[in-house]
C-alpha cells in the first residue's frame, strides 16, 4: 500500500510528488506525525504517537497520552533550618509601613494590622531551653516575652535591658563570634540577624546547631519576628499582646500631626563614608513621627550599598532637619557643615544636628518603637525648619 499523507488525507492512489517521497523515504517509517486533517490555527497540535505507513485514514482514533501532572514542591520551615527571610504568609503579604510617607489618615489605616499567619511554622517538642542571642534585639524581645532565663549567650553590643549583661556571658560581636564557647553552651537554638551574618550562620550549621536568621526590614517584618519568636519559646498569646500594643502606639503618634500639617524634610544618615540613608523601618518611622524622609524611595533597597547617597543628592533635596546615628560610632556633628557646599544649608549647622543612639533606633527590636520613636519625634519637632 502507498504511503499516505496523513497531515492532509487522501487516496492511497493519488500521485505524489517526488520530493515528498524522498523527504518520508529519509525520515523513516515510525517518523512522529500529527493528528490527520486537524487544523490548529495557531493552538498547540495534539500528538497522536509514531504512526506506522500505510494505516488507514478513515475512522483514525488514536488513544493521546494522559497528561502528567506537574507536583509542586512546598518547603517546610521549622527550628533548625537556616531561613535568610521573615516567615512569609499565605497569599499577599501585609505590610505596616505601606502609607507610612503619607498623611496621617493613611498612616492610621495602614497600621491596622492582624497577627500573620504562622500556621507553617511547626515545632516538634519543647520550646528550646537554651538560646544563644547573636544581636541584641532577639535578647530584648526575648525578656520581653517574659523569656530571659532561656538566654545561655548574647552580643557584646547588647544593652537591653541593663540586667542581660550581667545576667549571660558574651559570645558574639556583630559579624563574629566565638564558635567555640557557643558550642559549649550547648544551645537547642541560635538565633542571628541578616545576610551580615551569614558566613557566622553557615559555620555554626556545619557544627550541627540550630540556626535562626531573621531578616526584618520594615515594620511589620519586626512585629512578625516578635511573633515567631513568641511562637517558638511558647508564648504566641504574650507575643501578639506586644505586637498590638506597640502598633496601639505607632498610631497614637501618628495621629499627632494633622494631616494638613506640613511635614519637615528630614535627612537620617546611618553613616558618613560612603553615605548611606535610613533603613526602611527608620524611613517609616520617621512619617510616624511626623516628618517626610527626603530619600524614602531608596530606604525600601534592602542591601546597604542600595542606600547610598551623594552631598548633591542631599543638597538637591533641601532637608529641614538632619538626624544621624552612625552605627554606634560617635557622631561629629561639626564634620557636617565642612562638606562642600552644606555650609550655606541651615540644618548642617552643628547646633542643628540631631543625634540619636544607635541602640534606640538602629536595631529592629522593641527599642525602635519605644525610645527611639521618641528620640525621633523631639529631634523633628525641635529641628523643624518650616512653620
Known sequence: ???????????????????????????????????????THGRRRRYVGPV????????LRLPVPPRTRRRSRRRHAGPGHYIGQPLRQRGRRRDVGDGLHEPAARVQRALRVSAPDLDTLRLRGD???????????????????????????????TCRPPEARERHPIVSAFTGANVEKIIELQP?????FSDVQAELARELVKRQLAVLVTNPRSIAEILDVVLLLGRIVGEATRAEELVAGYEARLETIALRTPAEAPRPRVYFEEWPDPMLSCIRWVSELIAVA???DIFADRSVGRAARERAVTSDEVLARKPD?????????????????????WEQLPAAQPERIREIASELILQPGPAAFTDGLDALCAAISGGRGVG
Open 321 to 341: 532637619v538632619i538626624v544621624a546615628s552612625w552605627c554606634g560610632k560617635p557622631v561629629e556633628k561639626e564634620s557636617f557643615a565642612r562638606r562642600p557646599g
Open 290 to 292: 511626623g516628618g517626610q
Open 52 to 59: 506506522p505507513r500505510g494505516l488507514p485514514v478513515a475512522g
Open 188 to 192: 537547642d537554638l541560635v538565633v542571628g
Open 127 to 157: 520550646p528550646p531551653r537554651r538560646i544563644v542571642c547573636l544581636t541584641e534585639e532577639t535578647t530584648e524581645i526575648l525578656y520581653a516575652l517574659g523569656q530571659g532565663d532561656r538566654i545561655v549567650g548574647i552580643s557584646a553590643w
Open 1 to 39: 500500500m502507498d504511503r499516505l499523507r496523513l497531515h492532509r488525507g487522501g487516496a492511497p492512489d493519488e500521485p505524489r510528488p517526488r520530493v515528498a517521497r524522498a523527504a518520508e523515504e529519509r525520515r523513516g517509517p515510525h517518523h512522529r506525525r500529527w493528528a490527520p486533517g486537524r487544523r
